[in-house]
């Protein structure tokens, strides 16, 4: 058991996956010491992991580069971001920190919690931590009011949690809370207006680690017992899909919504796993069709777009980890659109288009060979 107390017709996951940590040359040095959580910090264009074994938090820049955010100290579990602050669950306390400067602003603790562990934020000023029993059947969730730093529970031991709770996310689409435990035990949702648990599904894998939801409601979770990550669509009628597996202890992982990236830390791998998830729907529903000349193509290549939609047109190559190559605008007039883009000298690996016109947003696949 976890005890830490010492390609479908729907969307496409693209395959290079990209990994920094002990098995990766990207980084110079790895600082990840088992690490239980992730979370993108758009306002500062990196990945924030909190590494239970020493307690550090590192942070991660688009290149792979790793520094200390704060440095060991203690034992650390999840991590939210709400407005400018990083939550971090630290046992039986809850830490807040300044993203600009790294500050400690507080260290709640909580009497009576057993293992604080995965956490988020509602859009009212309310950070939810679930509290894994281990031991037991004493788990629970806390509700911290973040204006005072007061807290209350939120769903108290014996009203239908599910046992070992490793993480929850904020569904603001449903009012409620997803929850995923480390038994074997169903998915469930907490209404945020009343605080009852309801059961969702029952996926026919355990020992569920985390949990995150991407811009198109479908929920991601990770399992110790497989080794992977699994996706179901927002209803949860169909089966999960396999998304990747071969993980080493996969854990709380993020989403990145604004680069369509997953963040998966592995525990016992002392690595985090990126996977670029992006919906090819769109393109497959749509009237108009993104092609790209040459494709593979070498440092230079030319877009052309056929739809209906007209506007300003933003064109973003990314590296499959996340990171801007570069970017262009033009202005669609018509039905057609030509663009040429010249993105330099970059290494042999795939890279994913992404074009922005008004609310479309088309996406591509692209080889770019040395």
């Known amino acids: 058991m976890k005890n830490r107390i010492l390609f479908t017709s729907i969307f496409r996951t693209a395959m290079l996956i990209t990994v920094f940590g002990a098995t990766t040359s990207a980084v110079s040095q790895n600082l990840l010491h088992s690490p239980e959580c992730t979370v993108w910090d758009q306002a500062h264009q990196r990945y924030l992991v909190s590494c239970y074994m020493d307690g550090s938090i590192v942070q991660i820049d688009t290149n792979g580069n790793q520094t200390y955010f704060r440095p060991p100290s203690g034992n650390l579990l999840s991590n939210t971001i709400c407005g400018n602050t990083l939550y971090v669950s630290a046992t039986t306390s809850i830490k807040a920190f300044d993203l600009d400067s790294g500050t400690e602003l507080w260290n709640l603790v909580i009497p009576g919690s057993h293992q604080l ?9 309310h ?3 679930a509290d894994f029993h281990n031991a037991g059947g004493n ?6 009011k973040l204006a005072d730093t007061s807290w209350s529970v939120f769903v108290s031991p014996g009203h239908g949690l599910c046992q070992s709770p490793q993480d929850i996310i904020y569904d603001p689409g449903n009012n409620r809370l997803l929850v995923a435990c480390y038994y074997t035990s169903p998915l469930q949702s907490v209404s945020l ?3 009852t648990v309801s059961n969702i599904v ?3 894998f355990g020992n569920l680690d985390g949990i995150a939801m991407d811009n198109d409601g479908n929920t991601y979770v990770t399992s110790w017992s497989t080794g992977a990550v699994h996706r179901y669509g927002p209803d949860f009628v169909n089966p999960p899909e396999l998304i990747r597996n071969g993980l080493h202890g996969p854990a709380n992982l993020s989403f990145n919504g604004v680069d369509e990236v997953l963040a998966i830390p592995e525990f016992d791998g002392d690595s985090v796993v990126f996977i670029p998830v992006f919906p090819v729907s769109v393109m497959e529903k749509e009237e108009g069709r993104l092609e790209i000349f040459p494709n593979p193509f070498h440092g230079k290549f030319q877009i052309r777009l056929n739809s209906t939609e007209t506007g300003i047109v933003e064109a973003s190559l990314y590296s499959m980890e996340g990171r801007k190559i570069c970017s262009k605008e033009d202005q ?5 659109l030509k ?4 993105a330099g000298s970059l290494p042999y690996s795939v890279y994913i288009l992404k074009m922005m016109v008004g609310s479309k947003v088309h996406r591509k696949l692209l080889i770019n060979i040395m």
């Open 202 to 204: 029952m996926p026919p």
């Open 127 to 129: 950070l939810y931590v």
């Open 139 to 144: 788990d629970q969730i806390y509700m911290i």
């Open 332 to 336: 669609k007039t018509g039905y057609e």
């Open 117 to 125: 562990d995965g956490m988020t934020c509602d859009n009212a000023g």
């Open 339 to 342: 663009m040429n883009m010249d």
């Open 193 to 195: 207006a009343d605080s």
